[in-house]
């Protein structure tokens, strides 16, 4: 059984996408800068990056009849095979589509340069992660509230949660209206949940599709260890076992929440009952645009480059909404001037001692065991001879390896009462280094990965001068130091994972059907006994596992390293939001998706009721 490279496997795909790009039909109200038109338009509200928390924001806000929204994206669709397909999204990094960011050397990380893949398309990282529909526990948002967030508690956020979701309950028929649309095998045992935590009415479809025979396994693995089997993630607690809710469609396609909230008919452009959205493709967003208005500064537009490398300005008549990410957001704020200090050749506007600040991050680390032959896992659909049979069963009846987000169990496990401080998630493949590196025989292997949930480590986003020719524009990169490891608590606590994690392999190893010997590191070369050697196993080989975040972090006033209130206020900037995961005060045991939107679901409202029955002064507009 032959399994194909990843460059192979890229190829094929971009080939797949290509095809998806010339026989997609062009969408009213998206596309690149057109200035005849584009310049002649006034815009209520000026969305900066079209991913996740930028998709929610648009459709929300332009549900008031009347209003104006545009969407500055640096990428173009994410209407292509492989964001469709849920199981090719790690053939999606070092693309076009991915940002390619990476991070400084890590000095308590064997002094690795390290991957951060982002995504750079309609929908961001929505449209290129593991679609892993997990809230966190209501801990989290309770301790948001503690720093002095009023109306960031459990409580309080739970029916923002509930609002943007579209639960599809297992049990209904494919007769229903919100039945099931694929050919799919049902394993009820598994697909248990808890409907007072759920939405139904919501965009973003929640759904269960392929599951493993191996991941079934390890489910049960963990049940004989002790590990309590958890009905619903989502649910009262996230401590236990069970399979992954995903956000994928009923037709087995990612649900990536540009498809859910700008798909639609009727959203973009809009119009009628709604307002309207105008999303431009390809834009370069240089900066945020300040000026004093009474003593005051304020917000009043934007400054960016269109796809043929051309300066634009837009000027907004009530705020600018920054949606550009972990990384961006920071970034973009201290292009702006707005930041712990001057920047060299960029105007300071405003000091806050916390953007960029506070980087926070899920490191993973995996462990690869080789099963049975007859173990089943993702590598006999993508071997040669199945490849094919993979690809139409996907297609005509959404079904097999393709279907899969690959992530499709985990284990949460606890360092205090509900508060998971590890996460280990079954991948029923050989994965290391974001699929770069594949299995080095024609066996059969799955991996169990370690994700730190409550790192001890920060670290922080700057920006740099960007060499350029003489005469040319000043450009500025990103530069990521996550800091990894700084604090010795985090390496402690892989090692012990490790260490569980190898429990579990020996429990599957019983398992007729499955096996589990460890080939990646190996025992031998890492023994149990040997903790600084775990240690060390974990500094060299952790990746992160996609979950950036708290670089623009929400407090209160007195909290010198708040950059944003509670309603997403800039601290000292009028007409100014920030409204993704950097806000985030603290990173929560979760995977971050929906907790990112849940914020800009958050934010579309608070934007909503400041501006209501208020009428725009002017002066403001004109500036």
């Known amino acids: 059984m032959f399994s194909p490279k990843p460059a192979l496997l890229k190829g094929a795909f971009k080939v797949l ?8 039909l062009p969408e009213e109200g998206k596309g690149p800068w057109v200035d005849d038109k584009d310049s002649k338009e006034q815009y209520d509200y000026v969305i900066l990056g079209g991913g996740t928390a930028g998709c929610v924001l648009a459709s929300r806000l332009a549900e008031t009849p009347g209003v104006k929204v ?111 649309l694929t050919g799919r095998v049902r394993k ?42 958890n009905k619903d993630f989502n649910g009262e607690t996230t401590l236990g076992v069970n399979r992954i809710q995903t956000f994928i469609q009923r037709d087995a396609v990612r649900s990536s929440l540009s498809r859910a909230f700008l798909k639609p008919r009727g959203i973009v452009p809009g119009g009628g009952s709604r307002g309207t959205i105008r999303i431009v493709y390809g834009a370069n967003i240089q900066r945020v645009l300040v000026q004093m208005c009474r003593g005051t500064k304020m917000a009043y537009g934007v400054e960016f480059m269109d796809h043929n490398n051309a300066v634009r300005q837009v000027r907004v008549v009530r705020e600018v909404l920054l949606c550009a990410g972990a990384f961006g957001s920071p970034h973009l704020l201290l292009a702006s001037g707005i930041g712990p200090a001057p920047q060299p050749s960029i105007p300071h506007i405003h000091t806050l001692p916390g953007v960029g600040a506070n980087l926070q991050d899920h490191l993973g680390l995996g462990v690869v065991f080789r099963a049975r032959n007859r173990c089943e896992t993702m590598q006999q659909g993508m071997a040669y001879g199945g490849a094919l049979r993979t690809l139409f069963n996907y297609v005509l009846r959404g079904v097999g390896p393709l279907s899969s987000q690959v992530g499709e169990a985990a284990n949460f496990m606890a360092s205090g009462p509900n508060s998971p401080h590890l996460e280990i998630i079954f991948a029923p493949f050989y994965v290391r280094q974001h699929g770069t590196i594949m299995a080095p025989d024609t066996k059969i292997h799955y991996t169990m990965i370690a994700l730190l949930l409550n790192p001890a480590s920060s670290g922080s986003v700057k920006i740099a001068p960007k060499q350029t020719e003489k005469g040319q524009r000043p450009e500025w990169e990103t530069v990521i130091d996550p800091n990894y490891y700084s604090d010795s608590f985090d390496a402690r606590v892989m090692a012990e994972a490790v260490r569980f994690i190898r429990k579990l392999g020996r429990r599957l190893n019983q398992d007729p059907e499955l096996g589990g010997r460890e080939v990646y590191p190996g025992e031998q070369a890492v023994p149990d006994s040997d903790e600084q050697g775990l240690q060390q196993f974990a500094r060299q080989s952790s990746e992160t596992y996609y979950h950036p975040t708290t670089t623009a972090k929400m407090g209160p006033g007195s909290d010198k390293m708040a950059v944003v209130d509670s309603r997403l206020n800039v601290h000292g900037i009028e007409r100014l939001r920030v409204a993704d995961a950097s806000v985030f005060p603290k990173i929560p045991a979760a995977h971050t998706c929906a907790p990112t939107v849940m914020v800009a679901e958050k934010c579309a409202d608070y934007i909503k009721e400041d501006w209501q029955g208020q009428a725009v002064e002017p002066e403001v507009a004109r500036l």
């Open 17 to 24: 996408d290509g095809v998806s790009r010339l026989t997609n």
């Open 70 to 180: 545009l969407v500055l994206e640096a990428g173009y669709s994410d209407e292509i095979f492989s964001s469709k397909a849920p199981a090719s999204y790690m053939l999606k990094f070092d693309t076009t589509d991915d940002w390619n960011f990476v991070t400084v050397p890590q000095a308590h990380a064997g002094n690795r340069v390290m991957k951060q893949p982002r995504g750079k398309l309609l929908g961001g990282t929505s449209a290129i992660n593991a679609m892993m529909y997990h809230r966190g526990g209501p801990g989290d948002y309770d301790e948001w509230e503690s720093f002095g967030n009023p109306g960031w508690s459990y409580k309080d956020c739970l029916p923002y949660f509930k609002k943007s979701e579209g639960f599809n309950d297992p049990d209904l028929p494919a007769t229903h209206a919100k039945g099931p």
């Open 188 to 229: 009820a045992q598994y697909e248990t949940h808890d409907p007072a935590y759920h939405g139904t009415e919501g965009p973003w479809q929640v759904t269960f599709h392929n599951l493993f025979g191996s991941t079934e396994g390890f489910i049960r693995a963990n049940v004989a260890e002790g590990v309590a089997f």
